[in-house]
């Protein structure tokens, strides 16, 4: 079974930056897809970026394209979202999702506020 832990959400100021991580534990997940979701209050979850296992492929949904990178290290087993020149529409919480097995993660909250 895979765990999958996010981190680096936190308070952040309009224009500023966030890196967050999702370290999976309990097996590799090298060859697998990842991405990272987010879910606001009263919204539906939305899907903002997609690496495949190697990392040569991202997709990146329209709203946030230009601002975030999804990357990973295999050898770490982590996946990163960096995200760039946020505003309160970035305020929710993301999640880590390994689509092939259908988890996710516990999530981490991001907050955008001057």
């Known amino acids: 079974q895979v765990q999958l832990v996010e981190s680096g959400g936190g308070l952040v100021q309009p224009g500023g930056s966030l890196r967050l991580s999702c370290a999976a534990s309990?097996?590799?997940?090298?060859?697998?897809?990842m991405g990272w979701y987010r879910q606001a209050p009263g919204k539906q979850r939305e899907l903002v970026a997609h690496?495949?296992?190697?990392?040569?492929?991202?997709k990146y949904a329209d709203s946030v394209k230009g601002r975030i990178t999804i990357s990973r290290d295999n050898d770490k087993n982590t996946v990163y979202l960096q995200m760039n020149s946020l505003n309160t529409e970035n305020t929710t919480v993301y999640h880590c999702?390994?689509?092939?097995?259908?988890?996710w993660g516990p999530g981490t909250q991001d907050t955008v506020s001057s």
């Open positions: 999702w390994l689509p092939d097995f259908g988890y």
């Open positions: 690496i495949t296992s190697d990392g040569g492929s991202t």
């Open positions: 309990g097996r590799s997940v090298s060859m697998y897809a």
